[in-house]
């Protein structure tokens, strides 16, 4: 909002709330709060959220150290590997049942030394993946064979770099498949287009989605290049025994990551991506959805480099860089020293080494030619001829599978995002009709539970440290700074805003925004509330918000120490509650926007002392984020495989017989919902409150304008 829109909806605001009798605009007796009233911190903590997060990894990476420290045999390792490919099995979900590749060449160019086919092959049903197939001239009998998987570029195997080592390895010998992963090259999803740069906007947006419905993308992904494995052994040209993967950055992620599903794979040379997360965070780095796994590092296992264990002790190169931004070379050689140790311990330590060139994060061509040299000599070929040489390359569209450049484009492919919907609709979880009391009662006994389990929530909040602060008057309100700390290393800034004629009297409104506490310097309601109506208001920024911002959402820090945000601000505002319930006389009301809204509808759900619920702009329900075609809605709202489970309608109709008013609430694209969508989406809820006598506790707007807005917040909080 600018500031030309913020003075707009002021007053706008303060007409509504002069129509609807506040005292303090008819009388002209303006309070005038501002952002410098609301805020309590000395200064903002912008370092809060990324020192809580590092030494909570901290932590878990020095268990997880002190866990490696006691490895020492080679039947040590290899516990320790099936340790690792258990999880990332559990991670990743089932993969599908083997179908038919139903693989076609649909173009052929003949060059010096090599042959390329363009190949379309079916990794699932209907399900399309493009890929490039280099074949030495000449070959003979079966020969050795090589999967490039290709990291974060837009043009995926018609990429420069990615063809000259493709047409460089059929050169010296292999049978080189390259593959376009999902969001690259002619798998890029075109609806993506304006929310980022490819194939990172579709790994984020179908990441997201997956998470929630409780797959991963990964899933998808590594199921993709299995299935690639399986077309390379099916090819006459190819010994199945001899068969290397490589790639870069994001193609040297999945190099790593595949290894713990793909026996099949003899060498692995994974350039510029395995590292150590504990690095990372220090370096302040993050990632993509598809290489993260949620409570990995709670569980002793770093995605980033740990499942190159699953792989001892067969032929591995780390293909490094020094001035790699994304990847920390301490951190390399952190892997490298525990890799060395595996591999020493099962007497075979010239099958592992880690290089290190000058050169920034890319396949630069000294790389190329050091993994053209470890892929000789464990595959066999000629090792004088390690040297890439120069050549032409295709253009881009020559490369191409599809006559227009898009699988999605007149070949009837399945797109990823129904593989998600696939799922969802097999796992959504049955609920009965709540119509009776004994049902309301086994509802929420099951809710509760479920909240506890997907949020990692315990069943009593513990109750936090809370510390007066500072008083001080705005007009005729008096304004007393709190500070909670629900544990360690975390502060929630609060201002109580009472009249400055009675402290301490009335019941209490609980208030949160996604932007802060500073919100309400825009809200002349709260005069209303408080002058007139007699509230006390307890304003409170949410972890990561208002004065502790930024919370850092999208570094998956969180994710993979095994406590989501959106988990995290639930428990902060169940410590709350706790604290009003055993300090103030009287069951509290909430009033909060934004995704702090659908925190609070939740943390309500779990506590008996909220007897009523203001939500403005909530999200629809956790399924809409799932079932729209492009999601706006970033990392903060991620909970894995809530949707497993349960969703929003369930927790709304666990609130009987509490007032719940909803005012504009969002669908998962971040646009206003209809009233049809609002039917559709909480029909279970109201037939609750119909069937247990409390029709008008439930209320949905959608869609109002200021004026109607400030008469529904009135209302909602006076009507008994």
Request: negative net charge; proline residues 7%; contains cysteine.
């Amino acid at each position: 909002m600018n500031a030309q829109d913020g003075v707009v909806r002021t007053v706008l605001l303060r007409l509504a709330a002069s129509a609807l009798g506040s005292e303090a605009w008819v009388k002209g007796e303006e309070t005038g709060l501002t952002p410098a009233d609301l805020n309590v911190l000395d200064m903002p903590a912008k370092n809060m959220m990324k020192d809580y997060l590092t030494s909570l990894v901290d932590e878990q990476f020095a268990r997880r150290e002190a866990a490696l420290s006691k490895l020492h045999t080679a039947e040590d390792w290899t516990r320790h590997a099936e340790n690792i490919r258990r999880s990332m099995a559990a991670w990743a979900g089932d993969f599908p049942e083997r179908t038919p590749l139903n693989a076609r060449v649909t173009g052929r160019i003949e060059r010096r030394g090599y042959v390329l086919e363009k190949i379309l092959f079916e990794s699932r049903p209907g399900f399309l993946v493009s890929a490039n197939l280099y074949l030495p001239k000449g070959a003979g009998e079966r020969g050795p064979a090589v999967l490039n998987v290709i990291g974060h570029s837009p043009a995926g195997k018609a990429t420069d770099k990615v063809q000259r080592r493709s047409i460089a390895q059929a050169q010296k010998g292999f049978v080189a498949l390259t593959i376009d992963a999902i969001g690259q090259g002619e798998r890029q999803i075109r609806e993506y287009a304006t929310y980022g740069k490819p194939p990172g906007n579709a790994h984020q947006i179908l990441g997201r989605q997956a998470f929630l419905v409780g797959t991963h993308v990964f899933n998808f992904m590594a199921w993709d290049v299995i299935r690639a494995v399986d077309y390379l052994v099916s090819r006459p040209e190819v010994d199945p025994a001899r068969i290397a993967c490589t790639g870069c950055s994001g193609g040297g992620m999945m190099t790593t990551y595949i290894l713990p599903f793909e026996p099949r794979i003899t060498v692995a040379i994974p350039a510029c991506n395995p590292n150590t997360w504990s690095h990372r965070v220090h370096a302040n780095l993050a990632t993509d959805h598809e290489q993260v796994f949620p409570s990995a590092f709670a569980a002793g296992i770093d995605p980033r480099g740990d499942p190159l264990f699953c792989h001892v002790p067969k032929p591995l190169l780390i293909n490094a860089t020094s001035n790699d931004n994304l990847n920390p070379t301490a951190g390399v050689w952190e892997l490298n020293g525990w890799l060395e140790k595996a591999y020493a311990s099962h007497h075979e330590p010239e099958r592992f080494k880690t290089t290190m060139v000058e050169a920034p994060h890319g396949y630069n061509l000294e790389q190329r030619e050091i993994a053209y040299a470890w892929m000789l000599n464990w595959l066999g070929g000629d090792e004088d001829s390690i040297r890439e040489g120069y050549f032409p390359i295709e253009d881009e569209s020559d490369t191409w599978c599809t006559t227009e450049g898009n699988i999605y484009v007149g070949q009837d492919s399945r797109q990823p995002h129904e593989l998600i919907l696939d799922y969802l609709h097999d796992h959504r979880p049955s609920w009965p009709p709540v119509n009776t009391q004994q049902k309301l009662v086994q509802h929420r006994a099951r809710l509760k539970s479920l909240i506890g389990t997907v949020l990692g929530l315990p069943d009593q909040a513990p109750l936090p440290k809370v510390t007066e602060r500072a008083r001080k008057s705005s007009g005729r309100l008096r304004l007393t700074s709190v500070i909670v700390t629900p544990e360690e290393g975390i502060v929630l800034p609060g201002l109580w805003i009472e009249s400055g004629d009675e402290r301490g009297q009335g019941p209490v409104i609980l208030y949160m925004h996604d932007r802060g506490k500073a919100n309400l310097a825009d809200e002349p309601l709260v005069e209303r509330l408080v002058l007139s109506e007699g509230f006390r208001i307890l304003a409170v920024d949410l972890r990561g918000m208002g004065e502790t911002a930024p919370g850092l959402e999208g570094k998956f820090w969180d994710f993979l120490a095994g406590r989501p945000i959106f988990a995290q601000r639930v428990a902060d505002i169940r410590s709350v509650l706790r604290w009003l319930s055993e300090t103030q006389a009287g069951r509290v009301q909430i009033w909060a926007q934004g995704v702090s809204a659908t925190c609070a509808s939740i943390a309500a759900a779990m506590d008996e002392n909220v007897s009523g619920l203001l939500l403005e702009e909530p999200l629809l329900s956790f399924e809409n984020v799932g079932t729209v075609d492009v999601p706006t809605y970033r990392d903060d709202i991620l909970v894995p495989g809530i949707l497993e489970r349960f969703d929003l309608p369930q927790v709304y109709q666990a609130g009987v017989p509490r007032r719940v008013t909803l005012i504009n609430p969002l669908r998962g694209d971040q646009r206003p919902v209809s009233g049809g969508e609002i039917t559709a989406a909480y029909q279970h809820v109201s037939k609750t409150y119909e069937s247990l006598g409390q029709p008008a506790g439930w209320r949905v707007f959608a869609q109002i304008d200021e004026r109607e807005r400030s008469k529904q917040i009135i209302s909602a909080f006076i009507t008994p």
